[in-house]
Every structure is written in structure tokens, then in C-alpha cells.
């Protein structure tokens, strides 16, 4: 029983390996979107990360899992910067914004600098 609560415990608070990503981008995309909430959503969005449910083959609830809210966020975010061509601020402005960051380069922009400036 111990060891159940023990596992479950760290699963809830795994974080996905990034060594593809900056140190520090995943929390601080999570401060920016969320400020840590587990619970917070809003019309479109759920969890630490505020993945867009309409991209995520989860359902709604599970997005306010820790675990598999950073699983769901970093999926989509690598997603959006292969899309970019490797650019991470392309890919923030993409995760904020949608298609409409690929199109325009201001659309977004804001959001990507706080979660850069986060970062540091």
C-alpha cells in the first residue's frame, strides 16, 4: 500500500524529460499560463500548462493531472517548433496563439517574451 502512494505520488509530480528544450522553459510556461493552478481552465484550456483540449487526445480532467499536463504541454510545444522550423520564440507565440503566430510574427509576441524573461 505504501509503495502504491509512494509511486503515485511521483507520477503526479513526473515532468517529461526535455533535454531538447531550454532549462526552465516548462516552468516557466507554467507560471505564465497558469501561476501553478493544477485547477485552473479556462473556455478552451486546462491545467498547469493550459493545453487546448481540442489538441489533446485526453480527456478535459486529466489535463489537471500534473504529470500529464507537462506531458500534453511539451508534446504540443515541440509540435508547434518543429512547424517553426526549430524557432523557439515562433513556437511560444504558436503555443499562445495558434497558426495565426506562423503567419504574422507580432501575433504572440508578448506572450513568448514572458515566458522568456520568465526563463532567465
Do not use: F, K
Amino acid at each position: 500500500m505504501t509503495t502504491t502512494i509512494l509511486l503515485l505520488a511521483l507520477a503526479w509530480h513526473w515532468t517529461p524529460p526535455t533535454p531538447d528544450l531550454p532549462p526552465g522553459l516548462v516552468p516557466a510556461i507554467i507560471h505564465v499560463e497558469s501561476r501553478g493552478n493544477t485547477l485552473a481552465r479556462n473556455a478552451c484550456c486546462s491545467g498547469l500548462m493550459q493545453v487546448a483540449r481540442r489538441y489533446s487526445p485526453w480527456p478535459a480532467w486529466a489535463l489537471h493531472v500534473p504529470a500529464i499536463g507537462r506531458l500534453e504541454g511539451v508534446r504540443i510545444l515541440r509540435r508547434w517548433r518543429r512547424r517553426c522550423g526549430g524557432s523557439l520564440e515562433c513556437a511560444l507565440r504558436a503555443y499562445a496563439t495558434g497558426n495565426r503566430a506562423l503567419r504574422d510574427p507580432q501575433h504572440g509576441r508578448a506572450y513568448a517574451l514572458a515566458v522568456m524573461r520568465r526563463m532567465r
